[in-house]
């Protein structure tokens, strides 16, 4: 099974700056994938990110305010850019492989 | 695209009980369906998981069964604990082939368990 790395665990952030969210893996994966879970919903994706490609969006989400870098097979970042308070959330990272596995995720506060 | 309707949204049952939640899926084509706990503060943890050739799988005390005609699947957990007590989300996708997660994950809205002494 993978074992996926999350950083920052957790953020208090001002409104209108970005954070940049990591997520490692301990093996190459051709897809990741990034979602959100707003408070005391289910998990939304955002984003498909593939290596050597343009990340892929979901409907309802755009490149200008959550950038997706995915540099190499074991790792990749989200941005979320000039936040509101509407942006706090559980950020996850989430690999493809024989199973489906998350990051323990970052809890973004955007004060 | 994929829809995936889960209920009861909140399920409390008394400690030893069992326990059953259940989803249904709209896209024929899904392959692959996994069951996550999380809980608070914590990220998903997926604690089981069914692909499509097969109609149920057991793993201790939870077992997942598959219905592809009906387009439903559910969790069964029996003898519950207090530490069985989270939110549960199912999810479907459809992967690339049948040994593969390989694809994106449309989740269920949840199920809060609590399991009361």
């Known amino acids: 099974s993978a074992v996926i790395s999350q950083k920052p665990s957790r953020d208090i952030c001002q409104r209108g700056t970005s954070l940049t969210i990591q997520c490692q893996v301990d093996?190459?994966?051709?897809?990741m994938f990034w979602y959100r879970q707003q408070p005391g919903q289910s998990l939304t994706l955002i984003a498909t990110?593939?290596?050597?490609?343009?990340?892929?969006?979901e409907s309802g989400f755009v490149i200008d305010k959550f950038p997706i870098s995915r540099p190499n097979l074991t790792f990749s970042t989200l941005t979320v850019s000039n936040m509101s308070p509407e942006d706090s959330s559980i950020y996850l990272c989430?690999?493809?492989?024989?199973?489906?596995?998350f990051g323990q995720g970052t809890r973004l506060t955007v004060v | 695209g994929e829809n995936v309707e889960q209920h009861p949204s909140t399920l409390s049952v008394q400690e030893g009980d069992s326990a059953v939640i259940k989803c249904t899926y709209s896209?024929?084509?899904?392959?692959?369906f996994p069951w996550y706990k999380q809980e608070l503060g914590k990220g998903p943890q997926l604690i089981i998981d069914?692909?499509?050739?097969?109609g149920e799988k057991k793993d201790q005390r939870i077992a997942v069964t598959l219905n592809k005609t009906a387009k439903h699947f559910s969790l069964h957990i029996t003898e519950t604990q207090p530490e069985d007590s989270a939110v549960y989300f199912c999810?479907?996708?459809?992967?690339?082939?049948?040994?593969?997660?390989?694809?994106?994950?449309?989740f269920g809205t949840g199920t809060q368990l609590k399991v009361e002494l």
């Open positions: 989430s690999v493809e492989g024989a199973e489906a596995f």
């Open positions: 093996s190459q994966v051709t897809m």
């Open positions: 990110a593939n290596q050597g490609s343009e990340a892929t969006y």
């Open positions: 069914i692909r499509s050739n097969v």
């Open positions: 896209d024929s084509a899904s392959n692959y």
């Open positions: 999810a479907a996708s459809k992967g690339k082939k049948l040994t593969g997660g390989g694809n994106k994950l449309t």
